[in-house]
C-alpha cells in the first residue's frame, strides 16, 4: 500500500505523513504505537525484530542500508538533461516515488529500504556499488 491507501484504509488513524516519518526514522514510535500498526498491518509485532533486520557483514552494504537516501528533486531535474542513462534512470525513478506516494514538496525526496532494494534490481548494482556512483555523480544528498 502507498502511505496515501494506508491513511484512506485505517479511515485516517494512520497519518500518511505520519507513517513516513516512521518508515524513514525520523520519528519514534512508541511499544504501544508499534503494536497498534502492526495490529493494522496483521503482521505479529515480533516482526519488526526479525533475523532479516540484523546488520550485514559487509560494510557498504550494512552502511547503506540504515543510512537513509535523500534525493534533491531540483537538482535531479537540472541534470536530467546529462546524456548519463543512470542519472535518467534515477531521475524517472524518484519521479515515479513522488507520484505513487503523493509526495509533493518538490524539493527533497528520501527513499524506502525496499526503494533502495528495486533501484539496485533496476541499475543492476549492489547497494554499496549503487550508493558509490549515486555520490559520484552528486545525486543524493549528505546526512
Not at 526514522?25 to 540484523?54: D, K, M, N
Request: hydrophobic letters at 35%; proline letters at 1%.
Amino acid at each position: 500500500m502507498t502511505l496515501k491507501q494506508v491513511e484512506i484504509k485505517s479511515r485516517g488513524k494512520w497519518k500518511a505523513v505520519v507513517v513516513g516519518s516512521y518508515e524513514r526514522g525520523t520519528r519514534s514510535l512508541s511499544i504501544s504505537r508499534a503494536e497498534e500498526l502492526c495490529h493494522f498491518y496483521g503482521v505479529p509485532l515480533s516482526q519488526l525484530f526479525s533475523s532479516s533486520a540484523q546488520v550485514h557483514t559487509d560494510e557498504a552494504t550494512r552502511t547503506s542500508h540504515r543510512e537513509l537516501w535523500r534525493f534533491d528533486l531540483r537538482r535531479l531535474s537540472a541534470v536530467k538533461t546529462h546524456p548519463d542513462n543512470f542519472t535518467h534512470l534515477i531521475h524517472n525513478f524518484l519521479q515515479n516515488i513522488a507520484i505513487k506516494r503523493d509526495d509533493w514538496n518538490g524539493e527533497v525526496i528520501t527513499i524506502r529500504n525496499t526503494d533502495k532494494e528495486l533501484l539496485g534490481l533496476l541499475t543492476q548494482k549492489e547497494n554499496g556499488a549503487l550508493l558509490n556512483s549515486l555520490t559520484n555523480r552528486n545525486l543524493i544528498l549528505k546526512n
